[in-house]
């Protein structure tokens, strides 16, 4: 009698049980992958709004004007009526259609939605109406500016010019880590940049 030799029904089954043990295996290590790869694209995404916050916001300081003009005070920050971080900057800036001296506003505030939003103003100092806000950025758990006059560093500032000028930021996606921290320079008269 001829023995044929093929798979018992056993042995099938002993390898489709290994086989999707192993597949499952694979497909844990696919997800976790993808898994750790979102989170660090979303860490990186918080960090490059972190940094184009700052570098946007250091240009506008750079160009801090030396004197007030018609009234408008050189910087005031600190927190609102609605307890929101802000910074209020007259400046020269190069960034809109018409350059020129410019007053700045930055606030943290929500938006219709409820969601932490950056909103930033920009008017000419010859320009009577208000100027509409706009949404610069989401992503920002938490803002603070302090300023330090030379001894102390305050919360608020309102006249004149500070020597520094610290700004904290919590970022929602990097919310377990340390806030972002950067100190600006202030330019001060008679002084070189």
Known sequence: MKRSTGFTLLEVLVAIALASILLTSIYGVFTAASTAKQQVEKQGNALHLG?????RLDRELLGLAMTTHGGETILSGGLNEQGEAFIRLLTWT???PQPGLRVVTYRLGPDPDRRMTLWRTEKSVYQRAEAG???????????TF??????????????GRPKLV????TLQDRSSYPP???????PQAGRLL
């Open 146 to 159: 302090e300023f330090y006059d030379g001894q102390n560093w305050r919360e608020s500032w309102s006249t």
């Open 166 to 169: 610290r700004l904290r930021l």
């Open 180 to 186: 972002l921290v950067s100190v600006f320079d202030m």
């Open 133 to 143: 806000e706009e949404r610069l950025a989401q992503g920002i758990e938490a803002m």
């Open 94 to 96: 190069n960034s809109s």
């Open 51 to 55: 940094r184009v916050v700052i570098a």
